[in-house]
């Protein structure tokens, strides 16, 4: 599903380059649902944002589902976003004046889809994280975890093949946590999702089928788990 | 593409913002439709004023000014007899000799206003057929008849000028006979008398000018050829309406002060208004992330904020026009030769609807840009 070959990701600030990523070699399989662990300011994120064709590497190359979004245009990638990946934050970032449908709802209205064939997969998909009789309500009226379901339930609407969570249980409390985990496990097993998962929770890795640090932009360890 | 009621509700996400933003527009707008009805209304008195079947005989070199013209008392006369094409009306030529004269006047009440004063005789009905009594008589020897708008211009309460009240000119005293309307033209703010008192009044012998009204405007000529053969006469020959239209051009000056004044304070606002919309766009900087990492365009996102602004800025130009309407409407503006009407006109509620429109795209423009330009990593961090 991913193959990252030798992908580099510098930044120039002011005269020096920072470097968060070099040389990185990453390969997950389709359906797999994979952690990412590593300290901060190790390019967790920065590697995130290039399996979700949020940003571009500076060189390398980057195939996911057989096309390399490598050299995708801002355009191109923004297109391909909408198609492909569903993007989980650690602090939702549901949008506030909308409801929990009309957040879910955002990611169809870029597909051509009609108006009931909008609300059926919208409302599957609160469904699914288990939120239908939250709908009308907006994020300010939702708890941290609810709200982190539907965002959730957002990133899945559109039926992409990757979802990408950065840290999702990172502002939450243990309960919320194991919810939003047992779905994301659910999602993979169920749907055959291939989930890449930032965390810094050990707790949170041993929910994903495979483990990965990362060190000062290179990973370092492997340890699956079963 | 997001939905239009995104846009609206994120309007009333900051209410003092949204009122700043409608707030902004409306005084633009407004001043915009302030100054296109101001000077709609001068061009429209000046245009209304003059008759292009009128022709005015003037002193040569007086063009500018008939007030400084001096002709012959005895013009009238011989140019009646000499120029063909001179209306007829039930046998009565329609021609009359005019002194147009400027000067103060003092109400009964101790009130005191410039006035213009227009010496006539009763044929000036005949060739000003705009002019109407509206009451009371045509003025005899020592009276006068006031435009309705005369006090406006003079800038004295309205009821000073009522019929049977006196007035001074200089020093002597006059009875108001009558009133009349001369609608939109700018003798309804002038005071009219009979030719002979405004002689003696301004102390001379000679009149200011000749005004003939031709059967078409196209015996303006028989008037241009009697000006050019009696040299003796040392006369020109003017339509009406083009010594208007050059009054006209004498104002521009003014027009475009009044247009640049609206310019600057507009300008003003609309850098304010530009800060508003940043700081209102720029506090949901990582939304706008969001919806691109969704997979929204950028375009998208930018005609929803388009939108946003957009409609704030159609609400502040209903807010002015409404303004507009209840305020200036009606309204009489007196300058140096008259006094006008300025009316919000479809014209002008078409011009405030531009702006309004214009504002709310092109205003949003800078901001948005501003908004969607940073990398979308770091917008999302934000
Ligand atoms: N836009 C940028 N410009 C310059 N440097 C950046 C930029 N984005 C990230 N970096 C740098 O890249 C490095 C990796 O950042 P990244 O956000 O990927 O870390 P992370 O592993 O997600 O950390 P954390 O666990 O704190 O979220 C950091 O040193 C950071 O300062
Ligand atoms: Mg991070």
């Given at each position: 599903?991913?193959?990252?070959?030798?992908?580099?990701?510098?930044?120039?600030?002011?005269?020096?380059?920072?470097?968060?990523?070099?040389?990185?070699?990453?390969?997950?399989?389709?359906?797999?649902?994979?952690?990412?662990?590593?300290?901060?300011?190790?390019?967790?994120?920065?590697?995130?944002?290039?399996?979700?064709?949020?940003?571009?590497?500076?060189?390398?190359?980057?195939?996911?589902?057989?096309?390399?979004?490598?050299?995708?245009?801002?355009?191109?990638?923004?297109?391909?976003?909408?198609?492909?990946?569903?993007?989980?934050?650690?602090?939702?970032?549901?949008?506030?004046?909308?409801?929990?449908?009309?957040?879910?709802?955002?990611?169809?209205?870029?597909?051509?889809?009609?108006?009931?064939?909008?609300?059926?997969?919208?409302?599957?998909?609160?469904?699914?994280?288990?939120?239908?009789?939250?709908?009308?309500?907006?994020?300010?009226?939702?708890?941290?975890?609810?709200?982190?379901?539907?965002?959730?339930?957002?990133?899945?609407?559109?039926?992409?093949?990757?979802?990408?969570?950065?840290?999702?249980?990172?502002?939450?409390?243990?309960?919320?946590?194991?919810?939003?985990?047992?779905?994301?496990?659910?999602?993979?097993?169920?749907?055959?999702?291939?989930?890449?998962?930032?965390?810094?929770?050990?707790?949170?890795?041993?929910?994903?089928?495979?483990?990965?640090?990362?060190?000062?932009?290179?990973?370092?360890?492997?340890?699956?788990?079963? | 593409?997001?939905?239009?009621?995104?846009?609206?509700?994120?309007?009333?996400?900051?209410?003092?913002?949204?009122?700043?933003t409608?707030?902004g527009s409306?005084?633009?707008?407004?001043?915009?439709?302030?100054?296109?009805?101001?000077?709609?209304?001068?061009?429209?008195?000046?245009?209304?004023?003059?008759?292009?079947?009128?022709?005015?005989?003037?002193?040569?070199?007086?063009?500018?000014?008939?007030?400084?013209?001096?002709?012959?008392?005895?013009?009238?006369?011989?140019?009646?007899?000499?120029?063909?094409?001179?209306?007829?009306?039930?046998?009565?030529?329609?021609?009359?000799?005019?002194?147009?004269?400027?000067?103060?006047?003092?109400?009964?009440?101790?009130?005191?206003?410039?006035?213009?004063?227009?010496?006539?005789?009763?044929?000036?009905?005949?060739?000003?057929?705009?002019?109407?009594?509206?009451?009371?008589?045509?003025?005899?020897?020592?009276?006068?008849?006031?435009?309705?708008?005369?006090?406006?211009?003079?800038?004295?309460?309205?009821?000073?000028?009522?019929?049977?009240?006196?007035?001074?000119?200089?020093?002597?005293?006059?009875?108001?006979?009558?009133?009349?309307?001369?609608?939109?033209?700018?003798?309804?703010?002038?005071?009219?008398?009979?030719?002979?008192?405004?002689?003696?009044?301004?102390?001379?012998?000679?009149?200011?000018?000749?005004?003939?009204?031709?059967?078409?405007?196209?015996?303006?000529?028989?008037?241009?050829?009697?000006?050019?053969?009696?040299?003796?006469?040392?006369?020109?020959?003017?339509?009406?309406?083009?010594?208007?239209?050059?009054?006209?051009?004498?104002?521009?000056?003014?027009?475009?002060?009044?247009?640049?004044?609206?310019?600057?304070?507009?300008a003003?606002a609309i850098f304010g208004g530009f800060n508003t919309l940043y700081a209102a766009f720029a506090?949901?900087i990582?939304?706008l992330?969001?919806?691109?990492?969704?997979?929204?365009?950028r375009?998208?996102i930018f005609f929803?904020l388009m939108?946003e602004s957009l409609?704030?800025c159609?609400?502040?130009?209903?807010?002015?026009?409404?303004?507009?309407?209840?305020?200036?409407?009606?309204?009489?503006?007196?300058?140096?030769?008259?006094?006008?009407?300025?009316?919000?006109?479809?014209?002008?509620?078409?011009?405030?609807?531009?702006?309004?429109?214009l504002l709310g795209i092109l205003g949003s423009i800078p901001p948005a840009i501003r908004c969607l330009m940073p990398?979308?990593?770091?917008?999302?961090?934000?």
């Amino acid at each position: 599903m991913i193959t990252c070959k030798s992908i580099s990701k510098s930044y120039t600030k002011g005269t020096n380059i920072v470097t968060p990523l070099e040389n990185l070699d990453l390969e997950v399989g389709r359906g797999e649902f994979l952690a990412l662990m590593g300290p901060s300011g190790s390019g967790k994120t920065t590697l995130l944002n290039l399996i979700s064709g949020i940003d571009s590497p500076s060189s390398g190359s980057l195939i996911i589902d057989g096309e390399n979004i490598a050299s995708f245009s801002r355009k191109q990638l923004t297109a391909w976003r909408a198609r492909k990946v569903g993007y989980i934050f650690q602090l939702y970032h549901l949008i506030p004046v909308l409801t929990a449908f009309e957040n879910v709802e955002l990611p169809l209205l870029i597909t051509s889809m009609s108006k009931a064939e909008r609300r059926q997969k919208a409302e599957e998909a609160l469904e699914i994280v288990g939120l239908q009789d939250r709908s009308h309500h907006t994020p300010s009226e939702l708890s941290g975890g609810q709200e982190q379901r539907v965002a959730i339930a957002r990133a899945l609407v559109a039926d992409p093949a990757l979802l990408v969570a950065d840290e999702p249980t990172g502002d939450l409390d243990r309960e919320s946590a194991t919810m939003i985990l047992e779905l994301l496990q659910k999602l993979s097993r169920e749907r055959g999702k291939t989930i890449v998962m930032v965390t810094h929770d050990a707790r949170a890795a041993a929910a994903a089928d495979r483990t990965l640090h990362l060190e000062k932009g290179k990973l370092l360890e492997n340890e699956p788990h079963l | 593409m997001l939905p239009l009621s995104y846009a609206l509700r994120n309007l009333f996400r900051d209410k003092s913002r949204l009122l700043q933003t409608v707030g902004g527009s409306a005084l633009v707008v407004m001043l915009v439709m302030a100054a296109a009805a101001l000077n709609g209304g001068m061009k429209q008195v000046l245009a209304a004023s003059g008759s292009s079947r009128n022709a005015i005989l003037l002193g040569a070199g007086s063009e500018e000014s008939i007030q400084r013209s001096e002709v012959s008392a005895q013009l009238s006369g011989i140019a009646e007899a000499t120029i063909r094409g001179v209306s007829k009306v039930m046998g009565r030529p329609a021609a009359t000799a005019e002194i147009h004269y400027m000067s103060a006047l003092h109400t009964a009440d101790g009130e005191k206003g410039q006035a213009l004063f227009r010496g006539v005789t009763p044929s000036a009905l005949l060739v000003h057929p705009e002019v109407r009594l509206i009451d009371g008589t045509f003025p005899q020897a020592g009276e006068v008849m006031v435009g309705k708008l005369a006090w406006r211009k003079l800038g004295i309460a309205e009821d000073a000028l009522m019929i049977g009240k006196k007035v001074l000119l200089d020093k002597s005293e006059m009875t108001i006979s009558g009133v009349f309307a001369a609608p939109g033209t700018v003798m309804e703010s002038e005071i009219w008398a009979v030719i002979g008192d405004l002689r003696m009044l301004a102390q001379r012998e000679t009149v200011s000018c000749v005004v003939l009204r031709m059967d078409h405007p196209k015996y303006f000529s028989d008037a241009e050829l009697f000006a050019q053969q009696r040299l003796d006469l040392e006369l020109t020959a003017m339509r009406e309406s083009d010594y208007y239209a050059a009054l006209g051009d004498f104002y521009k000056p003014i027009r475009i002060m009044t247009w640049l004044t609206a310019g600057l304070v507009a300008a003003g606002a609309i850098f304010g208004g530009f800060n508003t919309l940043y700081a209102a766009f720029a506090s949901r900087i990582r939304e706008l992330a969001t919806l691109q990492a969704i997979g929204f365009g950028r375009f998208a996102i930018f005609f929803s904020l388009m939108q946003e602004s957009l409609v704030a800025c159609l609400a502040g130009t209903l807010l002015a026009s409404a303004l507009a309407l209840w305020l200036l409407d009606g309204m009489t503006i007196p300058f140096s030769i008259g006094a006008f009407t300025i009316g919000i006109t479809p014209g002008v509620a078409v011009i405030g609807l531009v702006t309004g429109i214009l504002l709310g795209i092109l205003g949003s423009i800078p901001p948005a840009i501003r908004c969607l330009m940073p990398a979308l990593p770091k917008a999302l961090r934000s």
